[in-house]
Each structure stands twice: as C-alpha cells, then as structure tokens.
C-alpha cells in the first residue's frame, strides 16, 4: 500500500488549509535534487547560454558555424560511430544476455559474466586506449601473431586510428553496458509463457514473434538508444586514442577549447555541445518511455 | 453462452517414468482417467505429481512408458501437438496482452478467424465470469481473476485434456475455496478431462472426482474422495490425508489391541507383535470422567479447538497424546485440565511398524 493510501501515514506534514496537509515526502530526494542541479542543469544552462555569446556580446554565429564542413563531417561521423556501435553492442549484448539468462542463475559463470560486464561497461579512456594498442594496435601482442599466420588485418590500411577503429574499440564496453541494461528484462520473462504458448499450440517461432519478441523489444530499443547515447557522448577513449584531428563531435568540442593552432571559441564550442545536449535528451527521453513500457509488462 | 458442452476423451498414463540426474522422480506410473473426469494428483513436495502432468503436458520427456489420450499414443508427440489445455500456478498469462488477447491466443495460433476467435474468447470470459474485464492488462487483475483468464485461455483451443498445475496454490483461503468451486463447475460444463495436481488434501478431496495419492513418484493409492479418506490402503495415505492418530499397539491375528481395545486390521495379513495403529480422530470418543462405561482409557485434557460444527480435543494418557474430533456440543465441557475417559470405536485401521514417535500426524 502506498503512504498515499494510507490513513495511518497521510497524514505526514502539517496542515496547511482546511484541512490539506502538505506532503514533505519529497525532502528525501533534496541531496539528489541538489547534485543533478550542481552538476547536471547548472552546467547545461551556462553551456546554452554561452553558446549565444561572443567576446563582443549575443550572437547566432556559434550556431551558424555549426555549417562549416569538418563540423557537419565530425557530427555525421559521430551520428555513424554511435549508431553502429549501438546496434551491433545491443545485438551481441542481447544475445550475451540470453545466454546469461538462461544458464544455471547460480552459476559461477552467471556471476562472472555480470561482474566483468560490471567493470568493463566502464572501462575507457587512456586505459581502453591503451589496451587496444596492445593487443590490436600495430605493434600489438594479437595483431602480430594474426599477422604471422597470414590473418593481417591492417593489410589494406591501419585502421585503428579512424572510424572504424573507434567503432571496435567502443563495442568493449558497449556490450558489456548491454548486458547490464538488458540482462533484467530477459531475466523477468517466465519461463511459464514459453510453456503457455506450446501448451497452447504455438512452436518456438510464434513464442519470439508473439510473447518474448514484443515483450523484450521495448527494453531492447531502450537499450539501443541507451548505447547510442553513451557512444555519442563518449570523448577519452577517442582523445587517447586519436592524437591529431577531430574526426567526431566531442574531439570538436574540445579543439575549439584548446586548440593550440586554430582559433580559441568558447562559446562555438558550447553551441556543438547544445547540439550533443539536443540528440542525447532526445534519445533518453525515449529510453525513459520504453523502459516505463517494459516495467509495467515485466513487473 | 456458447454450448461449451463436449464429451471428454480417455487419457491413459502407462507405467510413466522419468529420473534426473539419478533421481527417480516417477517410479511407473499407471492411471486412466475416463472421458470427462477430474482427477486429483494429491502428495507431498517431491512425490512426483507434477512431474507426471508435465509429461502429460509434453514439457518434458519420459524414460519410459506411455501417455495415451483419446487412444493415441503421444509419448513421443511435441507439446504443441497435443492438444493440451494447460493453467499454471501463476503469472502465467501473457502481460503485454489484454485478458480477451490472451483468451483469443491459442485460436489465434490454431489460425482461427479473427472474428470467430474474438466470438469465442468473449464466450469463454462471460464462462469464467471476466467478461467486464476484457480489456485489462494481467497486471490489472487479482491473483484469482488471472487463474479464471488462464483457465478460460485453455479451455479457448477446446482441449482434449485440461492440465492444472496447482492452479490455486498461489492464492489466499477465501479466493482459492471460491475459485475452486468455479473450476469444477467449468470443468462439469464443458466436461473435458481434466489432471488436477495440488498438494492441498482439502482441494483434491473437494473438487475430484478420483484422487490419486503419490509417494516418492508411486501412485499410493487412487479412489473416490470418501474412499481416500475413510478406507486409506496405506499408512502414508493414512497420514498424509487426515489427522491420525499413531497408537502403540500388538498385533495379534487379525487384529491389533490397543490399550486393552481389540481393532480389527484392514490388511489381516501383518505379522504378529508390536505395531502403531492408525485411527482417526473421529474414531476416538471423549467423556467428561465418570464410571468405566465411559471409556477404559482416562486422561487430561491439553487444549480444546474450535473449528465450527466440530471440535479437535487433545487428550494427554500420560505416555502419549490423542486427538479427538467430536461434535462441538458434546466437546463443550471439555476445557484444558478436564479429566476425560476415552475409548476407541472398533473400525477397521491400518498399521504401521516404524519407530517414529507415537502421536497424531
């Protein structure tokens, strides 16, 4: 029962008017409510409005240089990188998940895999950097031994340092954070509703594309979106990897800030991070939709 | 309401068996259940009932034997072949669909027209009395009224067999009581054959028409209800579905003497010396103290229960304690530290010769 439905504790707070009591339920959430404030929407608001600002005063022109072509080019590649990582993390992620699931849920390997999925979901930066060049970099442990047996990945070109690198180097801890986003939902659906639906008639194609299908596709596109958002927003693991250049928004971002050899520009740097802000509320506000969706069928 | 009426098939269990991982779970299993009857698997945790529905069911695969229903043999037929009605103890129904999809589910996979499955899913609710609930969610339901969607979600394929798998366990007192009533009633309506597995002795003897006890994966005994009840053909069955009383006493021929009263045996044949009579609390009367007409054996009341119509006494003899259940008016008096004399109505019981501890069950 709810405190809200309950006489014994309505009555929490003093009476105001007319008998109306004033609910103080919420003084629980003040630390909360104070940190996103300190560290979330003080920053976004100071953020928005430098990006209308120039050292003469109000401006639109840090969003009209959002046109120029290595902007245009680093926010479609950001929009690729994260998109492919998202879908191919939350592809191998769920399937990593379903076997998790489905394991012994006491196991030794459960645990582990959950526990490793805990730490690599965060494992980036210099670290991950590091850890690619040393094992698929071109002088890494695993490159030369691939390339020793006539496996040269790097035959056509080293690709580590562009795109495509930064796509492989992302789904580490993109499938990990998958399994960690997604493992709950397959976790909650029973076993019971595959045994329902043969009992009922249904083979395992009409169990996927009429129970677990539409049960899980909520959390899964919540999950997607999560990855994508997590990717796009994502700037160590590429600053240490990639020295030079800004091949995606976030390195943008931060050579308009520190940029040693092109122009100083606070507040255009600010505008491309509206911009990151924009796509990333919008994905999450998404996620939070489908996940009440999935949290209401699974509860 | 549509005419849900149909006769029921035989289904026939052949000397079922299946063991995990060196565990006998169904020891060969053999029943026939006639065409339209209800049958209740009754036993303890482990004993092998619901082992024996799911192989019915087809969920899982025998080691040996043979399921036959309607005269086929579908031992080795997949689930979804066998034209199975199954409700599960809980959460079973599908929570993305509304109670009417879930209803109309299993015509909807049988490629049932849309318009004749959304006819008869609305039949088989109005059945189960949740045609004011069609559109809800499983989460917007009771605990009781998703059994009531489950049970008419399998009923909706027009099942040769209907499976409940504890069906109510999940359920408080006063819903599972109600909705027990409701399943025999649909059960009778639509007369399908139907395997009932519960360990709740009251449920079993209330709503089947035969009750089959288990035991370590053997059937110990099936019969009528009253027959269960009153003429048990084992000591587990004794024990398991009733009180008991567990008498020391002595066997000699074809009778067992306790405390100086001669009961006849059910099975004459046990050997002669010390044995434990099984008697029914209602076998035992209890006297406020007077002369030996009352009752040979004297002791003191423990503790008197109220249950109603009747009462459950609990008299002490000094070595060993009695239940009694008489009839409330005669169980009046008979508060705790009331000095009583009881005797032992002469009704047929059974023995047993273990060593576990002289008392009631």
């Known amino acids: ?299 | 309401m549509m005419s849900t009426s149909r006769s029921g098939v035989e289904v026939r269990l052949e000397d079922l068996r299946r063991r995990y991982a060196g565990v006998t779970a169904l020891d060969g299993l053999s029943l026939t259940m006639a065409p339209g009857e209800l049958v209740a698997l009754l036993g303890p945790s482990g004993c092998g009932k619901t082992t024996a529905l799911r192989l019915v069911a087809g969920l899982e695969e025998a080691n040996g034997g043979r399921v036959v229903i309607g005269g086929e043999d579908v031992t080795n037929v997949p689930a979804n072949k066998r034209e199975i009605g199954m409700v599960f103890q809980a959460y079973s129904l599908f929570p993305h669909m509304t109670a009417m999809q879930n209803v109309a589910f299993g015509m909807q996979l049988h490629e049932v027209g849309t318009e004749e499955r959304r006819k008869r899913a609305g039949e088989m609710l109005e059945l189960v009395g949740l045609s004011a609930h069609a559109n809800k969610y499983a989460h917007q339901l009771s605990g009781g009224q998703q059994q009531r969607v489950a049970l008419a979600r399998a009923l909706a394929i027009e099942p040769k067999v209907l499976l409940l798998d504890e069906p109510l366990s999940a359920l408080d007192a006063k819903v599972r009581s109600r909705l027990r009533d409701e399943i025999r009633r649909v059960q009778l309506e639509v007369g399908t054959t139907t395997l009932f597995v519960t360990h709740d002795q009251e449920e079993a003897l209330a709503i089947a028409d035969r009750v089959g006890v288990m035991n370590a994966g053997r059937l110990e005994q099936l019969g009528p209800p009253t027959t269960i009840y009153s003429r048990p053909a084992t000591p587990f069955v004794a024990e398991f579905v009733g009180l008991t009383n567990r008498l020391p006493g002595v066997v000699k021929g074809r009778e067992v003497e306790v405390r100086g009263t001669r009961l006849p045996l059910v099975k004459p044949d046990s050997t002669d010396g010390p044995a434990i009579a099984l008697v029914r609390p209602e076998a035992v009367s209890v006297a406020a103290d007077g002369d030996v007409s009352s009752g040979p054996l004297i002791g003191t009341v423990i503790a008197t229960v109220f249950l109603g119509a009747t009462s459950r006494v609990t008299v002490d003899l000094g070595d060993i304690t009695v239940l009694a259940q008489l009839p409330t008016s005669d169980a009046v008096a008979l508060t705790a530290g009331t000095r009583v004399r009881l005797s032992l109505r002469t009704d047929p019981v059974l023995i047993a010769r273990d060593e576990k501890a002289p008392t009631e069950a």
Request: charged share 10%; proline share 5%.
């Open chain 1, 1 to 299: 029962m709810t405190a809200a439905g309950n006489p014994a504790v309505a009555g929490v707070g003093r009476p105001i008017t007319g008998g109306r009591r004033l609910s103080l339920t919420w003084v629980g959430a003040v630390p909360f409510l104070g940190y996103v404030s300190v560290f979330l929407f003080l920053p976004t608001i100071i953020i928005a409005a430098g990006a209308f600002l120039s050292d003469s005063g109000p401006t639109l022109s840090n969003f009209g240089n959002l046109s120029r072509s290595y902007i245009v080019s680093a926010t479609i590649n950001s929009l690729i990188l994260s998109g492919i990582t998202a879908v191919l993390g939350a592809a191998l992620g769920a399937v990593l998940s379903y076997a998790i699931a489905t394991g012994n849920p006491n196991g030794v390997l459960r645990r582990a895999a959950v526990s490793a999925s805990g730490v690599l979901a965060q494992f980036g930066g210099v670290t991950l950097a590091f850890a690619a060049l040393a094992s698929i970099g071109p002088a890494g442990i695993v490159y030369l031994w691939m390339a020793q047996n006539n496996l040269d990945f790097y035959s056509s070109g080293t690709w580590l340092y562009d795109l495509r690198g930064l796509e492989v180097v992302y789904l580490y801890f993109q499938i990990p954070l998958m399994v960690l986003v997604f493992l709950p939902a397959v976790d909650g659906i029973r076993p019971q509703w595959r045994e329902a639906t043969e009992s009922l008639g249904g083979n395992t194609w009409h169990y996927w594309r009429y129970v677990a299908g539409p049960l899980l596709a909520p959390a899964f596109l919540g999950a997607t979106l999560l990855l994508f958002a997590n990717s796009l927003s994502a700037y160590a693991t590429a600053a240490a990897l990639i020295n030079q250049g800004g091949i995606i928004l976030p390195l943008q971002i931060s050579n308009a800030i520190t940029s040693e050899v092109g122009l100083h520009e606070p507040g255009f740097a600010k505008a491309q991070a509206v911009v990151l802000i924009a796509i990333v509320g919008i994905v999450t506000a998404l996620y939070a939709v489908l996940q009440r969706r999935t949290g209401r069928w699974l509860q």
